[in-house]
């Protein structure tokens, strides 16, 4: 990603006025006997509902220093810092899907200290996913993109058994399959309402946006175009 391209895309900076959320103080990990109370939250954030949503692991850091992208612990919002939100932000604009038209959100909506109260991600993250849960039924996508091996294998364990689904071809170079897990399709009839003929929502894993440089951003946003496209053929 060139420098260049965080400041001419910087109309791509979500609004803090779309964030979704559920509870003001969450009190998940207390009614589970732990000391840690969620009150500096990050809620997922975008339209609802939404085609498409995003999920990634937890609140990110960055430059506080920076004037857009300084990360979801400065602004409050998830996927807003330059190595990750932003250059997914800008892959995904690069694919013909506009961002501000995505829902996207964390696995751990609380924002920083759990780790000092002794609480480890994955402890926190499946509390959490009661949250995560009521934000996809309330978002109601019709696919799924989890960022990272952490926010696949979170979002996948929310669901006992996933149905093995037939998926657009993509290229499996950028994509996280969880020993054979993903992608797979949720059926909810929830779905039906906006979809045709495909009632449900297709899981897909994607390797961390910040590890993806030179070449291999176009072999992402191949990849996003072809979920772009599947989109469309299901509304057609």
Known sequence: MKKTDYEEYSQLFPD???SLRLVEHCTLCSQRGHSFVGTDLIWGNGPVPADLMVVAKDSAGGSPL???WRGS???GIPLTNKKSGAKLRILLWKAEIDPRTVFMTNTVKCNTGYDKCGLRYRTLAR???QHLREEIDRVRPRV???LGVDAATQVTDLWDK???CDSPYLDGREMITLGGRLPFRIPTPRTTDRTNGFTGILVFGMKHPSYV???RETIYTENLCRIREFMQQTMA
């Open 16 to 18: 803090k006025a779309n």
């Open 66 to 68: 920076e004037s857009l």
């Open 73 to 75: 612990r400065c602004t």
């Open 127 to 129: 509390i959490c996913s």
């Open 144 to 146: 799924i993109i989890a």
């Open 162 to 164: 996933p149905e093995p």
């Open 213 to 215: 440089e030179g070449p």
